[in-house]
């Protein structure tokens, strides 16, 4: 089933949900020449709970918050560099604390030091870039990948355009914001600091052009990249998710073409109109 968008505006930029319910917006399935909400079609299958979310966050007038989750994992895959913003094509995000400050002042000191410049930067007393310091920074391509796991500060930098995958949730922690936050009127910098995990990140998974490429497995569901030769068939487990990024491919009753989001309620297979590269997640739990 197709899946079509609500595009959700952010002081950073914009969201799109893909396979989102929420009060904000719900996005919707395409059915032959009708829509229905998200909500409705699942229920109508008999499912409960809420697919895994897929979304596009395009960053065009800042760096998106640095948060920490306490249960959601992420999985960003970069769509587009802004060369306006990045000229030598390679874009940027905070994950995980900079190992070096954290040998030279030790795991306490390091809370310590990041909540008292957060807590100054929330009262405008100091720049948020003072709380960026303590941030590991990882330079991102297009068709790079991150794996964002619970407990890991992070926040995605302008003008670096992805498709995420994630745990169906909304929960989140701000830890500082160089925007101003619309959902609450304060920061949760001190539970941040305590959940966050202070081990070195894995860095950004490079894109490659092996046939399958797993780009994480998490202990709820596995994002994987296809690249699908003309002809050739991609099975789906049921309740995958998924990103056409470029190609066409083929359903039963439907053909996605390049940017188009998908669901599979029920065990399915594709076909590559012409050779294809696509984005899946599929629940592991």
């Not at 009060?23 to 229920?43: C, H, I, Q, Y």
């Not at 060369?83 to 094509?89: C, T």
């Not at 030769?229 to 990024?245: E, F, H, Y």
């Amino acid at each position: 089933m197709a899946l079509e968008p609500v595009t959700v505006a952010k002081p950073w930029g914009t969201e799109t949900w893909y396979s989102g319910i929420e009060r904000r917006g719900e996005s919707r399935v395409r059915l032959g020449e009708k829509t229905e909400p998200l909500s409705s079609f699942l229920a109508r299958h008999g499912r409960s709970k809420p697919p895994l979310l897929l979304k596009r966050l395009v960053p065009r007038s800042g760096h998106l918050y640095l948060e920490v989750h306490r249960t959601k994992h992420e999985v960003y895959v970069v769509d587009r560099v802004d060369p306006a913003v990045w000229s030598d094509g390679c874009g940027e995000v905070l994950c995980g604390v900079d190992a070096t400050v954290r040998a030279e002042l030790g795991d306490e000191a390091l809370r310590r030091a990041i909540l008292n410049a957060a807590s100054a930067a929330e009262r405008r007393a100091a720049s948020v870039a003072a709380v960026d310091g303590f941030m590991a920074r990882h330079r991102l391509a297009v068709g790079d990948s991150v794996e964002v796991m619970p407990g890991v500060p992070h926040s995605l930098r302008q003008g670096v355009e992805v498709i995420e995958f994630q745990t169906p949730v909304y929960e989140r922690l701000i830890l500082a914001a160089s925007q101003p936050v619309q959902t609450q009127n304060h920061w949760d910098s001190a539970a941040a600091t305590d959940a966050m995990h202070l081990a070195p990140q894995p860095p950004p998974r490079p894109t490659n052009t092996e046939p399958r490429q797993t780009l994480a497995t998490a202990h709820t569901f596995e994002v994987t990249r296809h690249i699908v030769a003309k002809g050739a068939t991609l099975p789906l487990p049921a309740w995958c998710v998924g990103w056409t990024a470029r190609g066409e491919l083929r359903a039963p009753n439907t053909t996605f073409t390049a940017r188009q989001a998908f669901l599979a309620p029920r065990p399915a297979t594709l076909v590559a109109v012409e050779t294809s590269e696509v984005l899946t997640a599929r629940e592991t739990a």
